[in-house]
């Protein structure tokens, strides 16, 4: 497998690259294309101020407007993975679902390594920052 990899953050809806023990991960989430007019992208809605909207509930299309729900929207994507595995060492490429879940207690991006099948989780920001270690994210 060779996933298919952004040539800039402006494709992608999510993208970080951190170190996790000894090992790393970079992960990313191509934006969508538009389901109805299959010509525009879908992403968050932009303010008044030409801003990006990231808290908004839902995604708009900038070509169409065609409009779905935050969850209807991250529920469709896939997350892709390339890693080097803090446990075992092996590096790969995998993909995962687009949602995050409980992962040691913080909510969390969430795959597997495919050698031994430790399950790795990408923390969100948020709670690295506030922690004191090697970690670090470089997501938005
Ligand atoms: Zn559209
Ligand atoms: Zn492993």
């Known amino acids: 497998m060779t996933l298919k990899k952004p040539n800039s953050m402006e494709e992608c809806v999510y993208f970080t690259n951190r170190t996790i023990g000894d090992g790393m991960v970079m992960a990313w989430v191509f934006r969508k294309e538009c389901p109805k007019c299959k010509k ?41 993975v390339e890693y080097k595995c803090p446990y075992c060492g092996n590096e790969g490429e995998t993909t995962t679902e687009y949602k995050r879940k409980s992962f040691e207690g913080v909510p969390s991006y969430v795959f597997e390594c495919q050698q031994c099948h430790k399950k790795i989780g990408l923390t969100k920001k948020l709670k690295e920052s506030k922690k004191k270690g090697k970690e670090e994210a470089s997501e938005e």
């Open 40 to 80: 525009g992208v879908m992403g968050k809605p932009q303010k008044k101020n030409g801003k990006i909207d990231k808290k908004a509930e839902h995604y708009v299309c900038y070509s169409c407007g065609y409009q779905e729900s935050n969850e209807q929207f991250e529920s469709s994507l896939v997350i892709n």
